[in-house]
């Protein structure tokens, strides 16, 4: 996915938008047993991929709507902070046909890597990718992380380490 502008930010969040009401409809249609609701929720395909839009089970969908949300809303960040970066190509997951969650189509200016959780050091996904990050060569380094418990897109210094900078996004 290759985003240049706010616009297109926007449009890819509205996209995620929809999936999620798909899901809130199917929420309001369903009937039954609540553990038969779960079943369904885990595996079968009530679901959606956030942008793609194919069937997926909701707990997938859940997944992959924060990982492109966190993602997006780090774009928007960065394009404000570098718009001479030719805009940027986004593989949230780490895609294995892309080194980095972000990278600038100006090669070598931009790195980043993204992700969503309750606590940024829950699992230790913020040492991970500040391990990843710090022995990068672009020219700007960042992880952005989406958490309750650091709301705003503020830079969190306290979480900084090998020239890598950090920031929290909100969606």
Partial sequence: MLVRSIEEVDHYLNEIGKTASKVQAWFASHRGEALDLL????????????????????????????????????????????????????????????????????????GAETFAAVHPKNNQKLRLD??????????HRFVFFLSPKFPGNTRRVQFERSGVQVWSVDV
């Fill in 130 to 139: 500040l391990d990843k990050m710090a022995i990068r060569t672009e020219q």
């Fill in 39 to 110: 079943r369904q929720m885990k595996f079968e395909p009530v679901g959606f991929h956030p942008v793609e839009g194919h069937a997926l089970n909701l707990v997938e969908q859940i997944n992959q709507t924060w990982t492109y949300a966190v993602a997006l809303a780090a774009t928007r960040q960065l394009l404000g902070l570098h718009p001479d970066a030719g805009g940027y190509r986004l593989a949230p997951g780490a895609h294995a046909s892309e080194e980095l969650d972000i990278m600038s189509e100006a090669e070598g200016l931009v």
